[in-house]
């Protein structure tokens, strides 16, 4: 199980702690690997990018019209949190459906 995800999100830490065997991966330090971007992309859609967070407060109408998959790229941190890989399957946000979904309480 992978979570993908910001060292610095509080969300991020609290499915961390839950979820003690699961590989992090800091998407601004490390990246997003592309399959994984890509198959997200396909699932989620434009939910994958937050729109809520400040870094795209800080993006211009120009910049918030790019693609979903180019401001990924440049601006990690716009991803939602986190993403989370499991036995092939994706899950996005630390939801309750997710929680129930990976067998959390």
């Known amino acids: 199980m992978r979570l993908y995800g ?9 499915a961390l702690k839950s979820l003690p065997d699961a590989e992090f991966v800091d998407v601004r330090a490390q990246g997003m690997p592309v399959d994984v971007l890509d ?6 859609g434009d939910a ?4 809520r967070s400040t870094t795209w407060r800080g993006l211009d109408m120009a910049e918030r019209e790019r693609p979903p998959r180019v401001l990924l790229t440049e601006h990690p941190a716009l ?21 129930a979904a990976l067998g959390v309480a």
């Open 48 to 51: 994958l990018v937050n729109t």
């Open 6 to 14: 910001l060292k610095t999100c509080d969300t991020c830490r609290k």
């Open 39 to 44: 198959r997200a992309l396909a699932k989620f």
């Open 79 to 99: 991803m939602k949190r986190p993403l989370i890989e499991a036995d092939g399957a994706l899950f996005l946000g630390w939801t309750e459906r997710t929680r």
